[in-house]
């Protein structure tokens, strides 16, 4: 589970910064920004989710409980993103908006392989007081 944490991470890390950087360099402004000020699905899943992932996998190696919580709450929130923004890439194909071949095929990838993640990671959630209980 660390793995597809740190999967999703640097996704997200290498398409969005693909997207800002390289017309930078070139002295544009991105061209997702079309007529507004800020790239805000951006901002937040570099700012927010991709820290959250990493830190979350790297906490998962170490057996650490806040990783596990951490875990379940990135898998889900990417569960949900990556479901939307799958629906996004089938209604822009639809519209005839050109996409990269990461959005194409990433997000949806990555996200049949988070809710598998996710069924697996809730079908072996436990409440350790009935467990305790249980054993007295």
Known sequence: MAVFLFAVGLFLLVMWLGLIVRPLVQGQAPQALESTTTLVIQVLDLGIIMPVAFLSGI???????????LASTVLIKFFTMGTAVSAMVVGQLLAGVSMSIGEI????????IGIGMTVVLLRNVSDAATLRAARV
């Open 59 to 69: 906490l998962l190696l170490r057996r650490a409980p806040l990783g596990y919580l």
């Open 105 to 112: 095929v990433g997000f949806p990838v990555l996200t049949l």
